[in-house]
């Protein structure tokens, strides 16, 4: 299973850009990118997916490099409301066609005022 | 709409209770799951099914007893808890077809006393 390495924690200006990296060495060449953020006590929501080539939603960018051994999530303006733990996932293909996600420790972005 | 819901909210219950967590998602997504998150800790398997069958059970003791009685529902049925199965429970959906994004449910906050 590829893993994810992310730093613990980052600091961000609000309505500055948030750049949150992520290592993916062994990632293989059919595995999706996934970004997931968790705002304290509430589940898990999704933010962006990507395999290959860079993608863009009404949320976030994700920039993947050309070798996919990394990944940055890119919040273009940051608010308060972003302060969230923000896991980087490889997504590994379980039985019958599900999705196994295993989250790893994700980065902590504290958005300051 | 992406919407997974879970009730109840909170639940507190003695080791020798029986009770149930419910999980609904009316997206059309074949396949659904159970997470675990214990307090700081990111989330972990426990169970996926697949068009309702059970097809990947992460090892889990016999006091978790998933149910998924037809495509939109997807129950945890807890029977003799210890006080260390206290964690917030996730349930989530993904269509099998395509990048199997998974869309997670609020949690249900348990405490076993």
């Known amino acids: 299973d590829a893993k994810t390495t992310q730093p613990p924690s980052m600091d961000c200006a609000e309505g500055r850009a948030a750049n949150l990296p992520c290592n993916h060495s062994?990632?293989?060449?059919?595995?999706?990118v996934y970004w997931y953020r968790q705002i304290h006590s509430q589940g898990p929501q999704y933010i962006i997916h990507?395999?290959?080539n860079n993608e863009t939603n009404e949320m976030a960018s994700l920039i993947i490099t050309e070798d996919r051994k990394s990944s940055t999530l890119i919040l273009p303006h940051a608010t308060l409301r972003d302060t969230a733990v923000y896991y980087c996932i490889v997504r590994v293909m379980g039985s019958g066609n599900t999705c196994k996600l295993i989250f790893g420790q994700g980065t902590t972005l504290q958005v300051k005022p | 709409d992406t919407e997974v819901t879970q009730t109840p909210k909170h639940l507190v219950m003695g080791m020798t209770n029986k009770k149930s967590l419910k999980c609904e998602q009316h997206m059309g997504h074949r396949a659904m799951y159970w997470y675990k998150q214990k307090a700081k800790k990111p989330p972990e398997l426990m169970f996926v099914y697949s068009y309702e069958k059970l097809s990947i059970n992460e090892s889990v003791p016999s006091r978790f007893s998933p149910e998924c009685p037809n495509s939109s529902l997807l129950n945890l049925h807890l029977h003799a808890l210890q006080p260390e199965d206290s964690a917030l429970y996730l349930c989530?959906?993904?269509?099998?077809?395509?990048?199997?994004?998974?869309?997670f449910g609020p949690g249900t906050r348990l405490l076993v006393l």
């Open positions: 062994t990632i293989s060449g059919n595995e999706y």
């Open positions: 990507g395999l290959k």
């Open positions: 989530a959906s993904s269509a099998l077809q395509g990048p199997p994004t998974q869309y």
